[in-house]
C-alpha cells in the first residue's frame, strides 16, 4: 500500500508538470484548461488503480481503469522526452536573439505551441502502435550450437517463456493466448523464466490456471522472477505453481532423459530475492557430474557471471524485456550484460528472452513481445 501511496504521490507531480509545460508555457485558451486538467486528473487515477491492481485491488475490477492509466504512463514518457526536446530548441532561440540583440518572446511561444502540439500528437501516435506491439507474442526461432551437448538430444526444441506480467492490465485470457502459442509449437520441454505475475496470489492466482495446460515430454519447468516477491511472500508464488502442474526449481536441478543420455536443469532464485530465498547457484550445481551437460534457468542475464565460474554450459534469462519501450533498451546494459537474444558470457552461452508480455504500461515500442523457441544443436 505505501508503494501505491508514493507512486500516487510522483505521479500527481508529474501530472502538475504536464499543466504547466502543455497550458501555462502554451498560453493555452482558458476554455481549454478545464477539459484537459479535467482529463490529466481522470489519467492521474487510473495511473494511481494501475499500480494498485492486483496489489490492494481487485483486477476484476480495477484492469479496465489500469490498462487506461498504465498506457497513459507510457504516453508521459514520450511527453516529457519530446518536452526536453523543444525546451533545448527554445533555449537555441533564446541565445540566438540575444545575440542579435532581439526580443525572442513571440518566436519561443510560437516554437514552443507548435513543438508541443507535434510532441502531443507523435506521443499518442508511437504509444498506440505499442498497444498492438505488446498485444500479441511473436514466437521467434533461434538455433543454439553447443559444444557439450549428448548427441541424442540435438535438436531438442525448448520454449522459453519469461516476464508474462499477468495482473494489473492482463488476466487470464493473454496468458491462454501464450500457452496456446506455445502448445502449437510442440515443444520438447518448456521453461518459464520468472516475472509471471504483478500482484498477489489471492488476487491474480487465477490469471495463471491456463499454465495448467502447457504440454511438452520433457517436462515444465520454472523459476523465481524479481516480481515475485514484490507484492509479498514469493515463496507463496513458487507454492502455487507447484499446483498448476509445473516443476518449480528453488535453488535446485533435475535431470531429464532422451534415448540413453541425460542432462540437468538448475534452476536459481532471482538476483534480488530477499531471504530466505536468496540465490544459491552452489546449492544447486552440488554433487552434479562434471561431465553432464548444464542448463541453467535464472532470470536476469548478470547471474550468468557466476554460471561461467560454475561451468555452466548454458543460461536462459529474461528481465530485460529488450528494454520494452525505446529508448530504454539504451540504459539496459548499465545492469546487465545483455539486453537480447544469443550472447556468451565467459565459457556460458546466455540467451535473453524479451519477455511475452510488459510491466507498467502493456506497451512495446522496438521491443516485440517474445515467445522464444531454441532448437538446441551439437556445435
Same mark, same amino acid.
Given at each position: 500500500?505505501?508503494?501505491?501511496?508514493?507512486?500516487?504521490?510522483?505521479?500527481?507531480?508529474?501530472?502538475?508538470?504536464?499543466?504547466?509545460?502543455?497550458?501555462?508555457?502554451?498560453?493555452? #485558451?482558458?476554455?481549454?484548461?478545464?477539459?484537459?486538467?479535467?482529463?490529466?486528473?481522470?489519467?492521474?487515477?487510473?495511473?494511481?488503480? @494501475?499500480?494498485?491492481?492486483?496489489?490492494?485491488?481487485? #483486477?476484476?475490477?480495477?484492469?479496465?481503469?489500469?490498462?487506461? %492509466?498504465?498506457?497513459?504512463?507510457?504516453?508521459?514518457?514520450?511527453?516529457?522526452? @519530446?518536452?526536453?526536446?523543444?525546451?533545448?530548441?527554445?533555449?537555441?532561440?533564446?541565445?540566438?536573439?540575444?545575440?542579435?540583440?532581439?526580443?525572442?518572446?513571440?518566436?519561443?511561444?510560437?516554437?514552443?505551441?507548435?513543438?508541443?502540439?507535434?510532441?502531443?500528437?507523435?506521443?499518442?501516435? =508511437?504509444?498506440?502502435?505499442?498497444?498492438?506491439?505488446?498485444?500479441?507474442?511473436?514466437? /521467434?526461432? =533461434?538455433?543454439?550450437?553447443? @559444444?557439450?551437448? #549428448?548427441?541424442?538430444?540435438?535438436?531438442?526444441?525448448?520454449?522459453?517463456?519469461?516476464?508474462?506480467?499477468?495482473?494489473?492490465?492482463?488476466?487470464?485470457?493473454?496468458?491462454? $493466448?501464450?500457452?496456446?502459442?506455445?502448445?502449437?509449437? $510442440?515443444?520438447?520441454?518448456?521453461?518459464?523464466? %520468472?516475472?509471471?505475475?504483478?500482484?498477489?496470489?489471492?488476487? &491474480?492466482?487465477?490469471?495463471?490456471?491456463?499454465?495448467?495446460?502447457?504440454?511438452?515430454?520433457?517436462?515444465?519447468?520454472? &523459476?523465481? @522472477?524479481?516480481?515475485?516477491?514484490?507484492?509479498?511472500?514469493?515463496?507463496?508464488?513458487?507454492?502455487?505453481?507447484?499446483?498448476?502442474?509445473?516443476?518449480?526449481?528453488?535453488?535446485?536441478? /533435475? +535431470?531429464?532423459?532422451?534415448?540413453?543420455?541425460?542432462?540437468?536443469?538448475?534452476?536459481?532464485?532471482?538476483? /534480488?530475492?530477499?531471504?530466505?530465498?536468496?540465490?544459491?547457484?552452489?546449492?544447486?550445481?552440488?554433487?552434479?557430474?562434471?561431465?553432464?551437460?548444464?542448463?541453467?534457468?535464472?532470470?536476469?542475464?548478470?547471474?550468468?557471471?557466476?554460471?561461467?565460474?560454475?561451468?555452466?554450459?548454458?543460461?536462459?534469462?529474461?528481465?530485460?524485456?529488450?528494454?520494452?519501450?525505446?529508448?530504454?533498451? !539504451?540504459?539496459? #546494459?548499465?545492469?546487465?550484460?545483455? &539486453?537480447?537474444?544469443?550472447?556468451?558470457?565467459?565459457? +556460458?552461452?546466455? !540467451? /535473453?528472452?524479451?519477455?511475452?508480455?510488459?510491466?507498467?504500461?502493456?506497451?512495446? &515500442?522496438?521491443?516485440?513481445?517474445?515467445?522464444?523457441?531454441?532448437?538446441?544443436?551439437?556445435?
Amino acid at each position: 500500500m505505501s508503494r501505491v501511496i508514493f507512486v500516487g504521490v510522483f505521479l500527481l507531480l508529474v501530472t502538475l508538470f504536464l499543466h504547466w509545460r502543455f497550458l501555462s508555457v502554451t498560453e493555452a #485558451p482558458k476554455r481549454l484548461r478545464r477539459p484537459v486538467d479535467l482529463l490529466l486528473a481522470l489519467l492521474w487515477l487510473c495511473a494511481v488503480i @494501475g499500480f494498485g491492481s492486483g496489489v490492494v485491488l481487485d #483486477p476484476s475490477w480495477a484492469r479496465v481503469p489500469a490498462f487506461v %492509466g498504465l498506457t497513459w504512463l507510457a504516453v508521459v514518457l514520450y511527453l516529457f522526452l @519530446g518536452t526536453v526536446l523543444v525546451g533545448l530548441v527554445c533555449t537555441v532561440l533564446r541565445v540566438m536573439f540575444a545575440v542579435m540583440r532581439r526580443e525572442s518572446n513571440n518566436a519561443r511561444l510560437r516554437v514552443s505551441r507548435i513543438g508541443s502540439s507535434i510532441v502531443a500528437l507523435v506521443s499518442v501516435v =508511437t504509444v498506440g502502435y505499442g498497444l498492438v506491439e505488446a498485444a500479441t507474442p511473436r514466437v /521467434t526461432n =533461434t538455433a543454439v550450437a553447443l @559444444g557439450g551437448l #549428448p548427441a541424442e538430444f540435438d535438436g531438442v526444441r525448448v520454449a522459453l517463456v519469461s516476464d508474462i506480467h499477468a495482473g494489473p492490465s492482463r488476466g487470464a485470457d493473454f496468458v491462454r $493466448k501464450v500457452v496456446d502459442s506455445v502448445n502449437a509449437q $510442440k515443444p520438447d520441454v518448456v521453461l518459464l523464466d %520468472g516475472d509471471l505475475i504483478d500482484g498477489t496470489v489471492e488476487l &491474480v492466482g487465477a490469471d495463471l490456471e491456463p499454465l495448467r495446460e502447457l504440454d511438452a515430454p520433457l517436462g515444465v519447468f520454472a &523459476v523465481s @522472477g524479481n516480481h515475485e516477491f514484490y507484492a509479498g511472500d514469493g515463496g507463496e508464488w513458487l507454492d502455487f505453481w507447484s499446483t498448476l502442474g509445473i516443476d518449480v526449481l528453488r535453488n535446485e536441478r /533435475t +535431470t531429464i532423459t532422451r534415448g540413453d543420455a541425460a542432462i540437468d536443469i538448475a534452476g536459481i532464485n532471482d538476483a /534480488t530475492a530477499p531471504a530466505p530465498y536468496e540465490p544459491d547457484l552452489a546449492a544447486a550445481l552440488n554433487g552434479i557430474d562434471p561431465d553432464r551437460f548444464v542448463l541453467l534457468m535464472a532470470h536476469q542475464p548478470k547471474q550468468a557471471v557466476e554460471a561461467s565460474d560454475f561451468g555452466v554450459d548454458m543460461q536462459v534469462s529474461g528481465h530485460t524485456h529488450g528494454g520494452q519501450i525505446w529508448p530504454i533498451r !539504451y540504459l539496459v #546494459p548499465l545492469q546487465q550484460p545483455s &539486453v537480447e537474444g544469443l550472447d556468451a558470457i565467459g565459457n +556460458t552461452t546466455l !540467451y /535473453t528472452t524479451r519477455g511475452a508480455g510488459a510491466w507498467g504500461p502493456p506497451v512495446r &515500442v522496438a521491443a516485440p513481445p517474445e515467445i522464444a523457441m531454441l532448437e538446441l544443436t551439437r556445435g
